[in-house]
Structure formats: structure tokens, C-alpha cells
């Protein structure tokens, strides 16, 4: 088989790299799901996998069987002998690259939560500065065990020991700007899945009282008979002083239509600012009446996110319960502003 040919699969050794040992000092890669038993029991069909993950896993959420049963019948039908591995091994920072030398095979004597193996010669250990930044956000799947194949030539080129020396720097890598906004992404998403599931209806208006305080602003509840303003904010302490802002705030998911918003204005003097907060979006015909009031502000759900965002250094502990959120920096591709 030419080198070109050969297929290349990735794999990890749990998220605290736990196997790592078992992977170094027995010469083989593995995975877990003790409770399938021996995979080659299993009917050589995919649904025959699905069917035994459910058995073993009954509390399984329905989104993980496809994946977790897919992943076990790779690794015991289409990974094969000759096959190269690429383990990223979290303990000491090195990618290790080694071939498949025999077929699957059950061992629950040793590292019984890694039971499903198989045997490989490791071929290359290399520090992971010898990889384009792509490579290696392609071996940092989420799953246990993948396929690579958009990188696979520069994992080829150190086993045939073409790469002696750091890939030279690429100025535009679009890896670099896809990792920051996976990143950002799956942020916004955390936020408003977690604000949609934890703070609906006057949980979500006490949590807009306290973003527009860490604002600035003095904000309370209004009166529960007062409809279509759920906040009202101002920036003097009495709440006299113009201009005062009256704030209306939704947590259904669905998107906001016209007589919302028209029942918000309707409740504005002259001299008076509306705010309408949704986790959602809003109609287009919300929109173009909002491009008509020079006194209103329509915020949806990637808005109110950025706003948390930008104020979320402000909030008390609570509300960081609520939202459980750290810092972190990620690489800036050179289109960005500073």
C-alpha cells in the first residue's frame, strides 16, 4: 500500500488523558464502553452496535448513541492492520504517530474502563510545534476516536521524516479564525440555552434589572399590573431625571412580532426611551419600526449575549452562578482589529 493510501485515524485517551500509561507502556490504542462487553460479539452492522449501546447505556441521552455506537464499530470494523494512529497525548505535550499491527481485541484485565484495544508499534513521538495550527485543531476532535484526512499529508511527512523542522509561519491560516469562532459560538449558545432553561419570565427580568445596574443605570422591577413594562431604568438614584428608559423582556423563543413591540411604545411619553429584550430575534416589520423611533432600541438574543459579555466582570455571584463563564484567549488571525 503506498503511503498516500494509507488511512489515518485520531484518537484520545480520555479527557484527563487517563490512558495514557496504557497506551505507552502496553503498545496499544484503545477505547472505553466496557459495559458493550466484547465488541466482536456484536452483529458486524451498525444498528446491531446501536442496539447493544442502548442495552449497556439505558440512560444514555438519545444524541449520544449514534455517535458513541458509531465510534465502537469503527474501531473494531474499519480501522485495520497497516492503518497509522495519531495520538495527541495530553501528559507530555507530544503527538505520537504508530501503525495498527493486529485486529481488535477484548482485555478487561488491565485499565478495565479501556477494554476495547488494539495492538500498534509507535513509530514517531514529535512535539506538536511541528504542525500547522490546522492539524492540530483537527486531532483536537471531540470525539474519542475520527478519521483525519484534511491534514493527513503533513501526519505522512513526519512518518516518512519529511518534517524535521517547524512548517513555516502561514500569516493567513483560516483555522486560526475557525477555532475563535467555534469558541464564540458555542459561548453564545451556552448563554442562551442556559438563560432560556434557568431564568424564564421574572427570573429573566430580575437578571435585566442587574445587567443594566453593572451598566450603570439604577433599574428595578416595575408593578406586576403594569403591562408590556416588566424594568424601569434611569440614572439618577429617584428615577425622576430624564431620560427613563422603559424596558419590556421575553424568554420564549419565538420571534417577536409587531404588536409587542407597538404595545411597548404605546406605553412611552415623548420624552421617554423603550427597550424590548428577547433571547429570540424580531420580525422585519419590527425592525423597520424601529428604524422609524429615534426613541426605541430592539435587542435580541446575540446582542443581550454581547452586552453580558461586555459587563460581565460587573456581575455578582449570583448572576455568575447563573452563568459560569471563564476568560480565555484565543489566537487572532491577522484580518482582526486589535
Known amino acids: 500500500m503506498q503511503m498516500n493510501d494509507t488511512t489515518i485515524w485520531g484518537i ?32 458486524a452492522n451498525r444498528e446491531a452496535f446501536k442496539k447493544r449501546y442502548e442495552l449497556a447505556y439505558p440512560g444514555a441521552k438519545p444524541g449520544a448513541i449514534p455517535t458513541a455506537s458509531g465510534v465502537s464499530f469503527r474501531f473494531v470494523h474499519e480501522m485495520k492492520p497497516g492503518d497509522l494512529i495519531v495520538y495527541p497525548s495530553k501528559m507530555d505535550k507530544l503527538v505520537n504517530i504508530g501503525r495498527i499491527t493486529g485486529d481488535y481485541f477484548h482485555d478487561p484485565s488491565q485499565e478495565p474502563s479501556y477494554p476495547q484495544r488494539r495492538i500498534v508499534t509507535w513509530l514517531k513521538s514529535v512535539p506538536r510545534t511541528r504542525f500547522s495550527q490546522g492539524a492540530l485543531y483537527e486531532i483536537g476532535s471531540a470525539l474519542s476516536m475520527f478519521q483525519i484526512k484534511t491534514y493527513a499529508d503533513e501526519f505522512r511527512a513526519v512518518v516518512d521524516g519529511k518534517i524535521e523542522a517547524p512548517p513555516p509561519l502561514v500569516t493567513e491560516d483560516p483555522t486560526i479564525a475557525a477555532v475563535a469562532e467555534d469558541i464564540e459560538e458555542n459561548t453564545r449558545d451556552f448563554i442562551i440555552k442556559r438563560l432560556s432553561q434557568e431564568a424564564k419570565g421574572l427570573a429573566l427580568e430580575s437578571f435585566v434589572v442587574h445587567l443594566m445596574q453593572c451598566m450603570g443605570y439604577h433599574a428595578r422591577l416595575t408593578r406586576k399590573n403594569e403591562p408590556s413594562v416588566d424594568v424601569i431604568a434611569h440614572k439618577d438614584r429617584l428615577g425622576i431625571e430624564p431620560p427613563i428608559i422603559k424596558i419590556q423582556v421575553k424568554s420564549g423563543d419565538g420571534t417577536v412580532q409587531d404588536r ?28 423597520s419600526f424601529e428604524a422609524g423611533k429615534a426613541n426605541l432600541r430592539l435587542i435580541d438574543g446575540d446582542e443581550l449575549v454581547q452586552l453580558i459579555l461586555d459587563h460581565y466582570e460587573k456581575f455578582d455571584s449570583h448572576y455568575k452562578g447563573l452563568l459560569p463563564l471563564q476568560k480565555v484567549y484565543v489566537p487572532q488571525g491577522s484580518g482582526d482589529s486589535v
Open 12 to 43: 484520545h485517551a480520555g479527557k484527563t488523558g487517563n490512558a495514557d500509561a496504557l497506551f505507552k507502556q502496553k503498545n496499544c490504542v484503545a477505547i472505553g464502553w466496557a459495559k458493550m462487553g466484547n465488541l466482536a460479539e456484536i452483529p
Open 260 to 287: 409587542d413591540v407597538s404595545a411597548l411604545y404605546g406605553k412611552l411619553s415623548p420624552t421617554e426611551y423603550g427597550l424590548f429584550i428577547t433571547l429570540s430575534s424580531f420580525s422585519p416589520s419590527c425592525l
